[in-house]
């Protein structure tokens, strides 16, 4: 743009101008553009809720309070793991064998990769 001076995001590659990146260094040191900034950010939120949620019922597991259960799909007791269909109850899970753990995730992902377009 006229009159602007352009900048690099680090993320993106692209090449903007100035006003598109949040200038203070303590909230962007790494000197993304706002749009690459706000995922990034979302990303993190996501990522530490996801991280608690597993270290909670890691915790009951091992306790007793929670204990794990075969398949919800399939019935199979070995190599179960919990799943969370929301991260704000930790210990509300839907036990899932490895192969329908992947299929439920990959069914997920494509549903968000749907709702973004």
């Known amino acids: 743009m006229k009159g602007f001076k352009d900048k690099n995001c680090k ?4 090449d903007l101008p100035v006003y598109m990146f949040k200038q203070n260094k ?4 790494d000197n993304i553009c706002n749009k ?3 995922t990034v950010k979302r990303r993190e939120y ?6 608690a949620s597993r270290q909670i019922m890691s915790i009951a597991l091992r306790s007793g309070h929670l204990i794990k259960q ?3 799909e399939c019935g199979q007791v070995s190599s179960v ?4 269909p929301d991260y704000e109850k930790p210990l509300d899970v839907i036990w899932l064998c490895k192969v329908h753990h992947a299929r439920e995730h990959a069914r997920l992902r494509k549903l968000l990769a749907e709702s973004d377009v």
């Open 11 to 14: 993320n993106c590659k692209q």
């Open 70 to 72: 075969p398949c919800e």
């Open 26 to 29: 303590e909230v962007n040191p």
């Open 36 to 38: 690459c900034l706000r």
């Open 46 to 51: 996501r990522y530490a809720k996801d991280v």
């Open 81 to 84: 793991d919990g799943h969370h």
